[in-house]
């Protein structure tokens, strides 16, 4: 009976840190050639060519309704692409399903939190564990061995995961009844929990405070670091992306307009005009 | 008071929810044993079971699986008559009615879950209102399908038709079990209450386990948001159809209970009227409630036998109606559940003082 809330062992801190080099020798992670889409008569992105490295965190921002949240859209296969290929740890996606995408090793965060607001904290965390730890439906009707094996490893797993944003006392708290930053950071687990090899964050920052932010960050790096995946994020918070993005693609009417390290991207004039303005006009956004 | 864990307090909810069962089937045969229960609460006693059965399977459905399903009798009556058709012809081959029994329900669950699937199929691709009359749809042509089919058995086997009884072209000695509108009207009785318990049981056993799994869990994600659950890697159509057909194979064996219990049986039995019926018992006890379903079912079903009683004779279903209204009402309304949940912590509070003081 103790054994419910024995505490779990803790994620491995890394031994030494990535050095985020964009090794070009090695295949990249994601690989998007011509990527566009059309609604109706409208070209919502067109010409999106980007490389991501393994253990790369690349940031996309542009002004709103530029197509940063499309992009990851077409990624996750919610919108099949009109033009273009997505290649996925070399492999083409063309065809998948959402479900078969993730599976494939893409998973991701929402702009406007989606979660399972009924369930558990551990619940939704196990669901992001669907597809690693399995077993078959009768084996849960029938209550099988098995079942009890997979859902302690689950329970456990669940738990460590948790672990990464000291969340594991919340486990057994309602998902939709935690404050909005621990929604997110949830969200971010859920994500993890299925194992991908590129995170997509869409505004992990959004309605943070500056503290929270930091947090987060510090956060998004040792991600990378502990489990060795390229993470790609959206953000509107500079601070953010220019501290801890090795690559930044800004976008702009579904185009890109400039790619490069921060120090490129702030001193970019085509940027400043379209998103970052001026230093006189009051600094950059937010 | 210690907090519970939330995977125990969902045991204790169970073992709670079993406790229930078994303790109303207890004092059921032991009133019955000693003469204490009238002849028409006996009589309701197996259609308590599988209506109750179908609240269930039904509440897998549309409470967990978040669709709103409106031809649930339609698998009902698929179980009934396949299960009746088994009974009839088997009677020779299995002269032990229990077994015939459970075997006639093994075959209706499966010619039931058949038909969720050849349902399901089509229906799972759309979503919420177009889900609902779709799925009425269906239940509309199963009873249709069933009320112009006649069956037969002879010595070369079953025969089949869709025109009349002559079309059978039974041999001598051959006779017919289903026929067409007229239904069943030879049927042996061979539904018990232990029967309806047992597969109360169950269903109970089937639907709670599925819902704390695995599958449960991706059905339950799929309702709360279908995007985040895809976005996880949990396929759609899957999950959707695997609660779908569980659901039918329940009432599929609920239907074959149902139907051993009566010697004459038609199709229009199980309409729209049956399948609202079940809804109701749902939603009265509440989505995603199981212990909710069956006391609703048992409630809703006695009721109004227990007007019958009362000598209210023409009113009685208006009776009924305004129940069922004050129910919904009280059990929906802010106010009276505040009220309802302030009572419960007295009473909770008043048993814990009385425990500190020991």
Same mark, same amino acid.
């Given at each position: 009976?103790?054994?419910?809330?024995?505490?779990?062992?803790?994620?491995?801190?890394?031994?030494?840190?990535?050095?985020?080099?964009?090794?070009?020798?090695?295949?990249?992670?994601?690989?998007?050639?011509?990527?566009?889409?059309?609604?109706?008569?409208?070209?919502?992105?067109?010409?999106?060519?980007?490389?991501?490295?393994?253990?790369?965190?690349?940031?996309?921002?542009?002004?709103?309704?530029?197509?940063?949240?499309?992009?990851?859209? !077409?990624?996750?296969?919610?919108?099949?692409? &009109?033009?273009?290929?997505? =290649? $996925?740890?070399?492999?083409?996606?063309? +065809? %998948?399903?959402?479900?078969?995408?993730?599976?494939?090793?893409?998973?991701?965060?929402?702009?406007?939190?989606?979660?399972?607001?009924?369930?558990?904290?551990?619940?939704?965390?196990?669901?992001?564990?669907?597809?690693?730890?399995?077993?078959?439906?009768?084996?849960?009707?029938?209550?099988?061995?098995?079942?009890?094996?997979?859902?302690?490893?689950?329970?456990?797993?669940?738990?460590?995961?948790?672990?990464?944003?000291?969340?594991?006392?919340?486990?057994?708290?309602?998902?939709?009844?935690?404050?909005?930053?621990?929604?997110?950071? !949830?969200?971010?687990?859920?994500?993890?929990? &299925?194992?991908?090899?590129? =995170? $997509?964050?869409?505004?992990?920052?959004? +309605? %943070?405070?500056?503290?929270?932010?930091?947090?987060?960050?510090?956060?998004?790096?040792?991600?990378?670091?502990?489990?060795?995946?390229?993470?790609?994020?959206?953000?509107?918070?500079?601070?953010?992306?220019?501290?801890?993005?090795?690559?930044?693609?800004?976008?702009?009417?579904?185009?890109?307009?400039?790619?490069?390290?921060?120090?490129?991207?702030?001193?970019?004039?085509?940027?400043?005009?379209?998103?970052?303005?001026?230093?006189?006009?009051?600094?950059?956004?937010? | 008071?210690?907090?519970?864990?939330?995977?125990?307090?969902?045991?204790?909810?169970?073992?709670?929810?079993?406790?229930?069962?078994?303790?109303?089937?207890?004092?059921?045969?032991?009133?019955?044993?000693?003469?204490?229960?009238?002849?028409?609460?006996?009589?309701?006693?197996?259609?308590?079971?599988?209506?109750?059965?179908?609240?269930?399977?039904?509440?897998?459905?549309?409470?967990?699986?978040?669709?709103?399903?409106?031809?649930?009798?339609?698998?009902?009556?698929?179980?009934?008559?396949?299960?009746?058709?088994?009974?009839?012809?088997?009677?020779?081959?299995?002269?032990?009615?229990?077994?015939?029994?459970?075997?006639?329900?093994?075959?209706?669950?499966?010619?039931?879950?058949?038909?969720?699937?050849?349902?399901?199929?089509?229906?799972?691709?759309?979503?919420?209102?177009?889900?609902?009359?779709?799925?009425?749809?269906?239940?509309?042509?199963?009873?249709?399908?069933?009320?112009?089919?006649?069956?037969?058995?002879?010595?070369?086997?079953?025969?089949?038709?869709?025109?009349?009884?002559?079309?059978?072209?039974?041999?001598?000695?051959?006779?017919?079990?289903?026929?067409?509108?007229?239904?069943?009207?030879?049927?042996?009785?061979l539904s018990s209450f232990t029967a309806g318990f047992i597969l109360v049981l169950i269903a109970l056993t089937v639907v709670l386990n599925l819902v704390n799994s695995r599958a449960g869990r991706a059905v339950m994600a799929l309702r709360d948001n279908r995007i985040a659950a895809e976005s996880v890697g949990i396929q759609v159509t899957k999950y959707k159809l695997m609660a779908f057909v569980t659901?039918?194979?329940?009432?599929?064996?609920?239907?074959?209970?149902?139907?051993?219990?009566?010697?004459?049986?038609?199709?229009?039995?199980?309409?729209?009227?049956?399948?609202?019926?079940?809804?109701?018992?749902?939603?009265?006890?509440?989505?995603?409630?199981?212990?909710?379903?069956?006391?609703?079912?048992?409630?809703?079903?006695?009721?109004?036998?227990?007007?019958?009683?009362?000598?209210?004779?023409?009113?009685?279903?208006?009776?009924?109606?305004?129940?069922?209204?004050?129910?919904?009402?009280?059990?929906?309304?802010?106010?009276?559940?505040?009220?309802?949940?302030?009572?419960?912590?007295?009473?909770?509070?008043?048993?814990?003082?009385?425990?500190?003081?020991?």
């Amino acid at each position: 009976m103790a054994k419910q809330f024995e505490k779990p062992k803790m994620v491995p801190v890394p031994s030494h840190s990535i050095v985020p080099e964009r090794d070009l020798g090695k295949l990249p992670v994601l690989e998007c050639q011509h990527l566009g889409i059309d609604f109706g008569g409208l070209t919502a992105v067109n010409e999106f060519n980007i490389t991501v490295g393994p253990s790369e965190i690349a940031g996309l921002i542009g002004p709103n309704g530029a197509g940063k949240t499309t992009v990851f859209n !077409l990624l996750t296969k919610v919108y099949q692409p &009109t033009r273009g290929t997505i =290649l $996925l740890n070399g492999k083409d996606t063309h +065809g %998948m399903s959402t479900a078969q995408v993730n599976q494939a090793g893409i998973a991701r965060t929402f702009q406007n939190i989606r979660l399972f607001n009924n369930l558990s904290v551990e619940d939704n965390v196990k669901i992001g564990l669907h597809n690693q730890i399995r077993y078959p439906m009768w084996d849960g009707i029938l209550r099988l061995p098995k079942y009890w094996k997979q859902e302690k490893l689950a329970h456990e797993s669940a738990l460590e995961l948790l672990s990464i944003f000291g969340m594991q006392d919340l486990a057994g708290h309602q998902a939709g009844s935690l404050p909005y930053g621990a929604q997110r950071r !949830l969200e971010i687990v859920r994500a993890l929990a &299925t194992n991908p090899s590129l =995170l $997509l964050l869409d505004e992990p920052a959004a +309605g %943070m405070n500056p503290s929270e932010t930091a947090e987060l960050m510090e956060n998004i790096v040792k991600i990378r670091d502990t489990f060795h995946i390229a993470i790609m994020l959206i953000e509107h918070d500079m601070s953010l992306v220019m501290g801890i993005c090795e690559g930044i693609c800004v976008l702009n009417f579904g185009q890109i307009i400039a790619k490069g390290t921060a120090e490129e991207i702030q001193a970019n004039p085509k940027v400043i005009e379209a998103y970052l303005g001026s230093q006189k006009k009051g600094g950059a956004k937010k | 008071m210690k907090q519970l864990s939330p995977s125990r307090k969902k045991l204790v909810n169970n073992a709670v929810t079993y406790g229930i069962v078994i303790a109303a089937y207890l004092i059921i045969q032991v009133l019955n044993a000693g003469g204490m229960v009238s002849p028409s609460i006996q009589g309701q006693l197996v259609p308590i079971c599988a209506y109750i059965t179908m609240a269930i399977s039904l509440n897998l459905v549309v409470g967990f699986s978040g669709e709103l399903s409106l031809g649930h009798a339609g698998f009902m009556s698929v179980g009934a008559f396949s299960g009746v058709v088994v009974s009839l012809s088997l009677q020779e081959a299995i002269p032990s009615g229990p077994v015939r029994l459970a075997v006639a329900m093994v075959v209706g669950a499966v010619l039931a879950g058949l038909a969720g699937f050849i349902v399901g199929v089509p229906v799972l691709r759309l979503q919420g209102d177009y889900l609902a009359i779709v799925t009425l749809a269906f239940g509309e042509i199963i009873k249709n399908i069933i009320n112009i089919l006649y069956v037969g058995i002879d010595e070369t086997g079953l025969r089949f038709s869709i025109t009349n009884e002559a079309a059978l072209g039974l041999a001598a000695g051959g006779r017919a079990i289903l026929k067409g509108p007229m239904g069943v009207t030879t049927n042996v009785k061979l539904s018990s209450f232990t029967a309806g318990f047992i597969l109360v049981l169950i269903a109970l056993t089937v639907v709670l386990n599925l819902v704390n799994s695995r599958a449960g869990r991706a059905v339950m994600a799929l309702r709360d948001n279908r995007i985040a659950a895809e976005s996880v890697g949990i396929q759609v159509t899957k999950y959707k159809l695997m609660a779908f057909v569980t659901s039918a194979v329940l009432a599929g064996a609920a239907g074959a209970l149902y139907a051993m219990n009566y010697s004459s049986l038609a199709a229009k039995k199980f309409d729209f009227n049956t399948s609202i019926l079940v809804l109701v018992f749902v939603v009265l006890g509440g989505l995603g409630n199981i212990r909710g379903s069956i006391v609703a079912a048992a409630f809703l079903t006695v009721l109004p036998e227990f007007l019958r009683k009362l000598n209210l004779d023409q009113y009685r279903m208006l009776v009924y109606a305004i129940v069922l209204i004050l129910v919904m009402l009280a059990t929906n309304n802010e106010t009276s559940r505040i009220f309802f949940a302030s009572l419960r912590s007295k009473f909770l509070g008043l048993f814990k003082r009385k425990g500190g003081a020991r």
